[in-house]
């Protein structure tokens, strides 16, 4: 191990990267500094705000030539990050929680222009009551909003993600925007070392920007928005499908062209000694470097244990993660928000459609967890496995456990 880790270093090395100590929010801002995009739409929203805050820091020293538009709201920042999309520039805005809410009608036109916008979201509860800690409700919410969705388990996967989320949305094949996802205070505000890779190398990475279609291409004059009635809105919403449908293959290129480059590969999720599990999580963010504690001291202990992090929530990987789980005996679904639909939560539900036709399938239970910032820990998760092992032994089980609240 301790070769590996000297390899690994020497070729951090070669490659001009840097190990510095961040929190999640400037390892993203430090990553849009390397972007360099033409035009930053903010506004400020806690958890989330040190994100723009620091690249206006950067705008004011001139470490960047972006347009930073200052704007009065949420709803106003993802306006004006749509209309320089639609201009020809690369745009890119942050947000969080009612900051996200805020920009819902929004949402859907960019997704539905096929503007390649990247959006940075510091995962936070939604009002109400009033709560600034991490749930997924916020991004959970968009989820069919068009966008495609990336999780980030620490803070390097927050600066890895937001770089490689440029590539994604801009790949010809995808023409899509993408938001990158951080656990609020957990990710954005906790510090921790980050390989930060050299300017150069990252630009090269993610190239110019070179839309084939924008409105001040006035040799080549389109419309954009127009009024779209029964006669062809249903076509253009299935076009808009399109793309999701192939998106996942995208992104896996694109990760292991990351991985050639920087020495870190992404895929579609993160399989955790799965090998030979017979009881697997299924977790997002910032809880899956927990799980991988608590599935090491469970394998010590005997126990078959697996865990499996999704990175790419949207689109779904439907057909590879029933394939990661064909061989479990149960499976716990781990949700950070609650889908209020009687049946779990938003995971819940996309891992349940997933094996649903299969004939060899495992048993599936949901677990509600974590809403508002409630904390989880070691403990907490081994006793999900512990009530998979029961479930396997009796044949008993409640679909839906919410874990760790008072009822």
């Given amino acids: 191990m301790a070769k590996v880790l ?13 190990k510095t100590a961040l929190t999640g929010n400037e390892a ?12 930053v739409a903010a506004y400020p929203i806690t958890p989330q705000t040190e994100i723009v805050q620091i690249y ?23 306006s004006a990050s749509i209309g320089a999309s639609a201009a020809g520039a690369r745009a890119m805005t942050a947000t969080s929680s009612q900051g996200l809410a805020l920009m819902w009608e929004m949402l859907y036109i960019a997704a539905g222009l096929r503007l390649p916008i990247v959006m940075p979201v510091t995962n936070r509860a939604l009002s109400a009551p009033i709560n600034i800690h991490c749930d997924h409700s916020d991004t959970m919410g968009a ?13 390097q996967e927050a600066y890895d993600n937001t770089i490689q989320a440029i590539r994604i949305a801009e790949h010809p094949d995808v023409l899509l925007p993408v938001m990158v996802t951080t656990d609020g205070f957990i990710i954005s505000h906790a510090m921790e070392v980050v390989e930060v890779e050299d300017d150069e190398r990252v630009r090269k990475f993610v190239g110019a920007y070179k839309p084939d279609r ?24 299935r076009s808009l499908a399109e793309p999701i449908f192939g998106a996942n293959k995208r992104i896996v290129e694109i990760g292991e062209e990351f991985g050639r480059e920087f020495g870190r590969r992404y895929g579609l999720f993160e399989e955790y000694r799965m090998d030979d599990a017979e009881y697997a999580t299924i977790i997002l963010g910032s809880t899956a470097g ?26 779904f990987p439907h057909e590879e993660i029933a394939g990661a789980i064909a061989g479990c005996k149960v499976v716990a ?22 094996i649903c036709d299969r004939e060899k399938k495992p048993v599936t239970v949901g677990y509600v967890y974590g809403l508002g910032g409630r904390d989880i820990n070691v403990e907490m998760i081994e006793s999900v496995y512990r009530d998979m092992q029961e479930i396997a ?9 919410y874990l760790g609240v008072r009822e």
């Fill in 6 to 18: 000297d390899k690994a270093a020497e070729a951090a090395q070669e490659r001009g990267a840097v």
């Fill in 28 to 39: 993203v801002a430090q990553a849009m500094r390397q972007i360099n995009p033409d035009v």
């Fill in 56 to 78: 206006s820091s950067f705008v004011a020293d001139g470490l960047v030539n972006t347009e930073f538009v200052a704007v009065e709201s949420e709803h106003s920042a993802m």
């Fill in 143 to 155: 989820r069919d909003a068009g966008w495609i969705h990336i999780f980030s388990e620490n803070s």
């Fill in 214 to 237: 924008y409105l001040l291409d006035v040799d080549h004059p389109i419309t954009m928005g127009g009024l779209d009635f029964t006669d062809y809105y249903f076509e253009h919403r």
């Fill in 290 to 315: 927990t799980a991988k504690v608590a599935v090491d001291e469970l394998r010590e202990q005997g126990v078959k244990a697996g865990m499996i992090k999704v990175r790419v929530f949207r689109p």
């Fill in 333 to 354: 679904v781990m949700d950070r928000s609650d889908g209020l639909s009687g049946r779990g939560g938003p995971v819940f539900g996309e891992v349940r459609s997933s």
């Fill in 393 to 401: 032994a009796t044949g008993k089980r409640a679909l839906v456990s």
